[in-house]
């Protein structure tokens, strides 16, 4: 694979392992995975816990939308048991299961900041990321942390506290619009996330002219990775970063 270019895991594992679980970033230290992503959010109460999707349908033995609810009634989600029964009991991750998990497997931590829903949304958001600021100034130094979110909001109320920190925009190309340049300079991103399909040399070589960084989701192709990487860009998240990056001592 290109050198220097960056294979980020996506969700961990999510072929080997349910995403965002312990037990998946744990499977990654497997591997010479040197970056992988996760999400995070908040729950009612302000705890900060790992689950892309707003609600925990999907992904857990539980139902309901994840920042109307308590820890409390969160907390025993079972995220692995629709997986397999070796995943069976796998609870949701908090974002300090994450910064301990880190800190010991130093792997680089992208974390996306999920748009928060409800009434109390923007005071939440404010909470999260407070919270999360405090959680990610006790990662070692260093490993590097990218924070991204397609919530230009959330961004940038992170950015304004943490400035010290890397930030990306996300967009979907139906979002991908002529003023992205300046939602990104607005929530201080100075790297661009988008998605794969319909992406063309021309857009990625626009931004990167533009002095912008480019990481692109989801890539589980190798062919269509190589050529991306042909192209310019920096990094690619992919569901099968063990198939780009092998084990350790192979």
């Known amino acids: 694979m290109h050198e220097g270019k960056k294979i980020i895991a996506h969700r961990g594992l999510p072929i080997l392992a349910p995403e965002n679980t312990m037990g998946g970033f744990k499977l990654m230290e497997k591997y010479n995975i040197d970056w992988f992503e996760t999400d995070v959010t908040s729950t009612s109460d302000g705890k900060l816990v790992i689950i892309h999707d707003d609600y925990l349908d999907r992904t857990t033995n539980k139902s309901g939308e994840v920042s109307r609810m308590n820890y409390s009634e969160i907390k025993d989600a079972d995220t692995g048991f629709w997986f397999s029964s070796k995943y069976d009991g796998e609870k949701l991750p908090t974002m300090k299961d994450v910064v301990d998990f880190v800190n010991e497997a130093k792997i680089n931590l992208n974390i996306e900041l999920k748009g928060i829903t409800g009434p109390e949304g923007n005071k939440l958001a404010d909470s999260l990321v407070h919270k999360l600021k405090d959680l990610l100034d006790q990662i070692d130094p260093n490993i590097e ?27 979907e190309q139906h979002t991908l619009y002529p003023d992205w340049q300046l939602i990104a300079d607005a929530c201080g991103a100075k790297t661009v996330h988008l998605e794969s399909e319909r992406l063309t040399y021309d857009m990625i070589s626009e931004i990167k002219k533009r002095g912008y960084n480019v990481n692109v989701w989801t890539v589980n192709d190798h062919g269509r990775a190589n050529e991306l ?15 780009f990056v092998g084990e350790k001592g192979e």
């Open 229 to 243: 990487f042909n192209w310019g860009v920096d990094g690619i998240f992919t569901d099968i970063a063990d198939l």
């Open 145 to 171: 942390i990218l924070i991204s979110s397609f919530n230009s909001i959330m961004l940038a109320k992170m950015h304004n506290i943490a400035p010290e920190y890397e930030y990306a925009i996300l967009f």
